[in-house]
């Protein structure tokens, strides 16, 4: 079991920047796939970033602006945003997995980008 937090979240204006932590609790937080995604309003819930061992994975959208992290000593997972646009309004969830499914989920954090 883990349990998240994410924070962070806040309105910007477009070409701002924000960064959004999420805290992990429980069991061992580094043998977790961690991720993020997003999810605004009226569309379903979308990923956005997520961060092994090995390498880090981005949607197209937001390639080369976003930017996942990880601090293991801090069990938190970050998740660097600039040059945000309207479009990447919404709630922004951290998740975790062990295996084949995303099964933790954080409560979300809310992420408006004014234009």
């Known amino acids: 079991q883990v349990q998240l937090v994410e924070s962070g979240g806040g309105l910007v204006q477009a070409g701002g920047s924000l960064r959004l932590s999420c805290a992990a609790s429980?069991?061992?937080?580094?043998?977790?796939?961690m991720g993020w995604f997003r999810q605004a309003p009226g569309k379903e819930r979308e990923f956005v970033a997520r961060?092994?061992?090995?390498?880090?994975y981005y949607a197209d959208s937001v390639k080369g602006r976003f930017t996942i992290s990880r601090d293991n000593a801090r069990n938190t997972v970050y998740l660097q945003m600039n040059s945000l646009k309207p479009e990447d309004t919404g709630v922004y969830y951290c998740?975790?997995?062990?295996?084949?499914?995303?099964?933790?989920w954080g409560q979300g954090t809310q992420v408006t980008v004014s234009s």
């Open positions: 998740a975790a997995r062990l295996g084949s499914d995303w099964g933790y």
């Open positions: 429980g069991r061992t937080f580094s043998s977790y796939l």
């Open positions: 961060w092994n061992e090995y390498s880090t």
